[in-house]
């Protein structure tokens, strides 16, 4: 009895071992916009337990940061507003100080976007010992992608996006209060411009694991539940 006891006892303490020197996980989501990859990695970071790093988030909030220099900041507005995607040496700084914030498995969205961002990637994920970054690529068609995105809508308060909705709707979140506004890179122009530059940085990426073994293809034209389900089949 004691001997099936103690047993059982190293055992769950390999277990437990095993855990501990588990790595963080890094998991890169690829897509067009639109093309639901927000979406994909809010439901997997709740399975997995991840934090989602998304440079359109951090341009976002860093154009509204009071510390920023006047003109970096001027820099990182033109080209948001021209739909022209920020610089290297400015994207690696809000990546690796979001990096620095936590120690747990990370989901990044839509990065590395260039061959310079991914060995910049490369150096961080050995820095901060993560275990080799999966690739998840949600695909979908350019033209159905621009659809998608001149309905789309996002509230002004929370920032929950709609797929659907008019201007000026309430947002249904309880005791948010705010109104659903379109956002401005949403426009068809613009959205044609980020597509442009997109679709050929995606390939990018994608060539430079394609022989890995890491890359992970996805429809991304089925539903949002049949994509999660996709999704799931590769990591839980
Ligand atoms: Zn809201």
């Avoid at 047993?7 to 897509?31: D, P, T």
């Avoid at 910049?120 to 970054?133: N, Q, R, V």
């Avoid at 709707?169 to 530059?197: F, P, Y």
Wanted: charged letters at 30%; aromatic letters at 6%; hydrophobic letters at 35%.
């Amino acid at each position: 009895m004691r001997t099936i006891k103690s047993k059982f006892k190293s055992q769950k303490s390999k277990v437990k071992m095993e855990k501990k020197m588990q790595k963080r996980q890094a998991i890169v989501m690829l897509g067009l916009p639109a093309s639901g990859k927000g979406t994909q990695a809010e439901i997997m970071a709740k399975k997995i337990g991840a934090r989602i790093i998304g440079i359109g988030d951090l341009v976002r909030s860093a154009m509204t940061a009071e510390s920023l220099d006047v003109e970096l900041l001027a820099e990182i507005k033109s080209d948001y507003d021209k739909g022209i995607p920020q610089k290297d040496k400015i994207v690696e700084n809000l990546i690796e100080s979001e990096i620095a914030k936590s120690s747990g498995n990370i989901i990044f969205d839509n990065y590395p976007f260039s061959s310079d961002q991914i060995n910049f990637f490369e150096t961080m994920i050995t820095k901060y010992d993560f275990s080799a970054p999966k690739i998840v690529y949600i695909k979908i068609d350019p033209e159905l992608a621009i659809t998608r995105i001149s309905s789309r809508r996002i509230c002004d308060k929370c920032k929950k996006i709609y797929l659907s909705g008019k201007i000026g709707d309430n947002c249904n979140v309880k005791n948010c209060g705010g109104h659903l506004i379109q956002r401005l890179d949403d426009t068809a122009g613009i959205m044609k411009e980020r597509i442009s530059h997109a679709q050929p940085r995606i390939d990018l990426v994608l060539n430079h694991y394609k022989n890995s073994g890491q890359v992970c293809e996805i429809n991304g034209e089925q539903t949002i539940e049949k994509v999660a389900e996709d999704i799931g089949k590769i990591f839980y």
